[in-house]
């Protein structure tokens, strides 16, 4: 798809990404790098006997494979400054081997005051292979304005680090 730009976005337009399975591997690797290493998500033996039955994904794991899918359909691929805000519902949980699919639609859309970039408003719901709602919300992105690309500063260097 090709990338869209702040003034590009439509509100009610509606968007499907592909799908993606969560593996175990993925939950153990948000662990380490998250840190919460929950015997919900790392210990089956533990887990059977939650009210889940078995382990589970991390929380936000699930909010950064919803994010993902929405980067790999290059809506705002060269375009996203900022996730700005979010809101977001847990519904379901979500299990080693779910498949899941996000749907998109454009529910806002608004300049900022300077005239580099607008702020645009996804409602975004996260389905697993059962087409059951697991997770759902709200995310609004700082996405470039067509106009402004020759306004925006470029950063050639890391603040902090020297490129010797």
């Known amino acids: 798809m090709k990338p869209l730009w702040f003034e590009d976005f439509v509100v009610g337009a509606r968007y499907e990404t592909e799908s993606r399975m969560v593996s175990s591997s993925d939950i153990e690797s948000f662990a380490a790098v998250s840190g919460d290493h929950n015997p919900l998500h790392l210990d089956e033996t533990y887990a059977r006997g939650t009210p889940f039955g078995g382990r589970i994904a991390h929380g936000v794991l699930g909010l950064a494979v919803a994010t993902g ?96």
């Open 69 to 164: 899918l929405l980067n790999q359909l290059g809506l705002t691929r060269g375009t996203l400054l900022a996730l700005a805000g979010l809101r977001w519902d847990f519904r379901a949980a979500i299990y080693p081997g779910d498949v899941l699919r996000a749907d998109l639609v454009v529910v806002g859309a608004r300049p900022t005051r300077g005239d580099d970039a607008g702020l645009v408003r996804l409602a975004e719901r996260l389905f697993n292979q059962h087409d059951v709602l697991v997770q759902e919300g709200e995310l609004t992105m700082l996405v470039r304005r067509r106009d402004a690309v020759d306004t925006l500063p470029v950063r050639t260097t890391t603040p902090g680090r020297s490129d010797d």
